[in-house]
Each structure stands twice: as C-alpha cells, then as structure tokens.
C-alpha cells in the first residue's frame, strides 16, 4: 500500500511546499519533505509566512502529557507541558512595502505550566515565562532578509532532531548540551541583540550570517562582540545539506588567577536530509570545541527518521554523544507517533531512553539520576494544539 500525505498538508497552491528556516534564519522553499509538512502550524507564521503582503496574526501552542519514567534508582509518573512543543504565544505583523519587499515583526513567548515551576518556590521568570524571540525584519526577493533582535542562530537547525529538539521530550535536547566545565557555553537557538542576513536563493543555495552583540554586561562583560557565525544551505524537493560554523565567547567566570574570564567555544555543524517520498532520513554531525585547558570537546552524531501515512505522522531519532576521556560517553534513542485530529490538533506517545557509560552521568526528560550510569527511560502521552 503506498504511503501519502493527506490533504490538509498542502497548500491551497498545490504542491507540497516546506517554508522553514533553514536554521532558523531564513524562509526557504522546497518541494518534498511531507514529515516536516505536517509539523508546520507549529512553527508560526515567523517561519511559514513567505508571503509579501500585509499581515497580522496571533498564533500559539497548547501541549500538555503526562509522563512514567523510570532510571533504575528511582521511578514516578508526572504531568508536565511541552512535551511535543514548547507552550507559546506570538504576535506577527507585515507590512507590505511593494510586490517583493516588506518589513515584518514578531515576538514570542513561552510557558512552563509544569507542577514544579508554579510551585511555592517557583520563580516566574526563571520558571514559568521566557521570551523565545523578538525581532523586526526587512525581506526583498532580490537583495534577501536582514533581521535585528533575538532571532534564528546559525547554528544547526532544531530539526537536525526529527522532534524538533524540544526541551522535554527529546534525548537530543540532554545529549547535545554543552559538557560541564567552567568556559563551555549552550548557544541559544535565538541569541539575543543579533544581526543577522540571508542572501536570496541562488540555483537552491543560500548563505546566512549573524553577529550578537554583548549588550548586556551579565552575559558578555561588557565586550561589543559576543560572538557569530555564518551557514550555507541547499535545499532540492529530494536533498537538502547545511553545512554551519559559529564562534561564541561563555558567560563570564572566576578562576584561581582571573575574574570575569570568558572563553572561545567553537561550533561546527553539518546536518543532511534526503526525502525517499513515503519517508526522510536526516544524519548530522555537530562538534564544540572550548579554547580552554581540560575541557574535552564535545561531538554529537545524530540520525533521525519521519514516516507519514495520512493522518499519522511515525518518528524515531538515535543520538551518540562522543566525549573524550573514560567511559564519558551516552547513546539515545526515541520512537514516537502523532495522529492527527486535524491539521493544527494531534495526540502524540513519546517512548526514549539514554544509556550512559560509567562516568557519563546524562539524564533525559529531567529524570533524575542515583548513580552517573543510570539509563534514564521515559513513556509519554499527551496532545497538543496549534492555533
């Protein structure tokens, strides 16, 4: 029987068109693809709006699961939100400026509705509400997309993991984090005070770049430059390939002879996917490499699957976290299925695991660990609302 894509995973133009950011800095448009299809309402109209006429929109998440997790020490079930997608309200606004230039804004909110962070001892904006981006852009065909604010890093894209690196639910989110060491630095997946710029597409490629600037003292001690990076793309209906290197200095910190010392992280990414039509393959590589003494860089390997069949949507994703020294490293793996209600509704199950080398120590889903090479494993149902 062959597999298809229902209807409501096209556009009303007709053929299957992907607008994604291409790591998440500029709209491209490719044929194929229907897996991440049928994930787009949830990406808002930042993301999906390739359009150049005047806009206005109010757009969100609503997730909510309830999760059985065991890590062989310790056991529990719990209820959380942002297992499929992060909770979130945005607003969208474009203004069109001619047939093929506009300036458009967005701003982004997110929410942690978990029990712990509306808890005695939660904090609401450490805990419950984080801005997830914040931006006003210029977009021309001709001359490409200049965007100011807290937008899409270079880095790679949140779909180098089929589940779209949620923060929850994803053993790619705990097994791509930075290692533990004073100078490692997580770069955000939307850096705040950044400029970034897209060229248009030429025959499929395009090349983006981005600066952030060090405008707050807390995080960058002051420096004009906080770090940037730079990332070409291409994208066919069958075959697309990004290819990504950024270089970022951490947040400040104390050593025995220096304060407020910040160090160099280097990252590279390459990240392919290829579209077999009734289902994508996706295999990436990232590496962070710090400029300081004894830290170890970090490699990431990671290789993902998404199968469509009408109103269900079946994933799986397989991480190897690579960290030189004795037993440092941990695989991950996750299966999962969505089935659509509708086009913006779904009730998904999550199944994943970690399996951790002696001294590993990483966890998965925030379950706790009694022992460093605990294998944390975790058994999710929820739904969720895309509007």
């Avoid at 939660?122 to 931006?135: E, N």
């Avoid at 990332?231 to 200095?249: H, Q």
């Avoid at 944390?376 to 895309?386: F, K, M, R, S, T």
Wanted: contains cysteine; proline residues 5%; glycine residues 12%.
């Amino acid at each position: 029987m062959a597999l298809h894509v229902l209807p409501f995973w096209r556009p009303l133009s007709g053929s299957v068109v992907l607008g994604v950011y291409l790591c998440h800095a500029q709209v491209t448009q490719a044929a194929g693809f229907p897996g991440l299809q049928a994930l787009a309402p949830g990406l808002g109209p930042y993301v999906n709006d390739a359009g150049y006429g005047d806009a206005f929109k109010v757009y969100g998440s609503l997730d909510g699961y309830v999760d059985t997790y065991d890590s062989g020490g310790r056991s529990g079930t719990r209820v959380g939100g942002g297992g499929a997608w992060t909770n979130k309200v945005g607003v969208f606004a474009r203004q069109s400026l001619g047939d093929d230039l506009a300036v458009q804004a967005v701003v982004e909110q997110g929410f942690n509705f978990d029990d712990d962070a509306l808890s005695e001892d939660g904090h609401w904006k450490r805990d419950v509400s984080r801005l997830r981006l914040a931006a006003v852009a210029v977009r021309s065909r001709r001359w490409g997309k200049l965007e100011l604010g807290k937008t899409f890093a270079m880095n790679a894209p949140s779909f180098v993991d089929p589940f779209l690196a949620v923060a929850k639910l994803s053993p790619y989110s705990s097994l791509s984090r930075p290692v533990n060491a004073p100078g490692a630095y997580a770069l955000d997946l939307r850096p705040k005070h950044s400029l970034a710029y897209t060229t248009p597409k030429w025959h499929g490629f395009s090349l983006g770049s981005m600066l952030t600037f060090g405008l707050d003292d807390a995080a960058a001690d002051g420096k004009m430059l906080r770090g940037g990076g730079v990332r070409l793309d291409y994208w066919s209906p069958t075959l697309a390939v990004l290819a990504g290197y950024n270089r970022y200095l951490s947040n400040p910190y104390d050593t025995a002879t220096q304060t407020d010392r910040q160090t160099r992280n280097d990252y590279y990414s390459l990240l392919g996917l290829y579209d077999f039509g009734s289902f994508s393959v996706s295999l990436a590589w990232q590496r962070q490499a710090v400029d300081a003494a004894a830290v170890p860089d970090l490699n990431v390997v990671t290789g993902g699957l998404m199968v469509p069949v009408g109103k269900h949507l079946a994933r799986a994703v397989v991480v190897k976290r690579q960290v030189p020294g004795r037993d440092n490293d941990a695989w991950g793996v996750m299966v999962g299925y969505d089935h659509f209600l509708n086009p913006h509704t779904a009730v998904y199950v999550r199944a994943g695991m970690v399996v951790n080398q002696g001294d590993a120590g990483q966890t998965y889903a925030a379950i706790p660990l009694a022992a460093r090479d605990d294998t944390p494993q975790d058994l999710a149902v929820g739904v969720y609302y895309n509007f």
